[in-house]
């Protein structure tokens, strides 16, 4: 029964968003919870890390309940850095592994890379997005640090990031953001997707958020709360990146952001695959869900909403 949840879940999903999305970008789902090895699903930090020094590595990831007003699920991931001997290790999590080479940050030893053999390593990804959307709050100990995201589509090769001579042949599409604290709030970033190639299939996707754009800069606990993180495909010649859809719940009803249109149409579906309601914004205002997890999908996305 569970496959078939998943199954439906996962089509709806495909088909609301018009292309392929990161595993588990919701940030929901966990693996070691609780333990030092805790890391969100699909995702990775030190503690899977490869390399000569990967013995040395401390947990830098957590779960965490910091959540931005109207998200869908509850849960976020905290990435923070930490001091070890003097040298800041700054917070890493990607879709790829880490290499731990060198104690030297700035070393060419050390890398995050896509695993194309090993599906705990990688991402695929057959699709071509226009740009990619998350949530953010990051927090640092100095106005002048950045942190970083980087998103690169590839082909079918273990591609390493920062970008080698033998990667670079192999890129299709890249996104990279340099940004600031958002000063102890929840703020959505979004980055297009440059298609500059040479390579023309994309296979895989590798994404990388650490809390420091330098290795081995800023300072020991900087730290950046993650969530939400979506790919987007543009319809219709408008894109969904100047704009910011989201639905909530309150004690009246679904709250729906202004960027909908009034006479959109929603299903509600139960997580047993079951349509529960039908209407528009305003006919889903007034309508009262039992606390559970629930999908809403018009003829362009898909949404989830947990109801406490």
């Known amino acids: 029964m569970k496959k078939i949840y998943t199954s439906f879940f996962a089509i709806l999903c495909s088909l609301a968003a018009f292309g392929q999305q990161i595993d588990n970008g919701s940030m929901e789902e966990w693996d070691n919870l609780g333990s030092i090895n805790e890391e969100p699903s699909n995702w990775n930090s030190f503690m899977t890390a490869s ?23 509850m849960y976020s991931a905290r990435v923070f850095s930490k001091s070890t001997i003097g040298i800041i290790a700054n917070g890493n999590l990607t879709l790829g592994r880490i290499n731990m080479g060198s104690s030297t940050p700035s070393s060419t030893s050390n890398y995050n890379y896509t695993v194309t053999g090993n599906s705990d390593f990688s991402q695929q990804l057959n699709a071509s997005p226009d740009s990619i959307v998350f949530w953010v709050k990051y927090n640092n100990s100095s106005s002048s640090d950045l942190a970083r995201i980087k998103a690169i589509i590839h082909d079918d090769f273990d591609y390493v990031d920062p970008m080698t001579t033998e990667s670079e042949t192999h890129v299709v599409a890249d996104a990279a953001l340099n940004f600031e604290s958002t000063d102890g709030s929840w703020v959505r970033k979004s980055i297009a997707f440059d298609y500059v190639g040479p ?45 910011s859809y989201w639905i909530a719940y309150n004690e009246s009803g679904l709250v729906f952001s202004n960027d909908f249109e009034p006479d959109d149409i929603f299903c509600v579906f139960s997580t047993a695959g079951k349509q ?33």
């Open 51 to 73: 390399g000569g020094l990967s013995l040395f590595a401390s947990k830098q990831v957590e779960q965490s309940t910091d959540i931005r007003s109207g998200a869908s699920g």
């Open 199 to 243: 390579a023309t299939t994309p296979e895989y996707i590798l994404v990388t958020f650490t809390t420091n754009m330098i290795p081995g800069g800023g300072s020991d606990g900087d730290e950046i709360f993650i969530d939400d993180i979506e790919l987007i495909y543009s319809t219709s010649g408008i894109s969904d990146v100047q704009k």
């Open 276 to 308: 529960v309601h039908r209407g528009t914004c305003d006919e889903l205002s007034r309508v009262s869900l039992l606390p559970g997890m629930y999908l809403i999908t018009n003829n362009k996305d898909s949404y989830k909403v947990v109801v406490h």
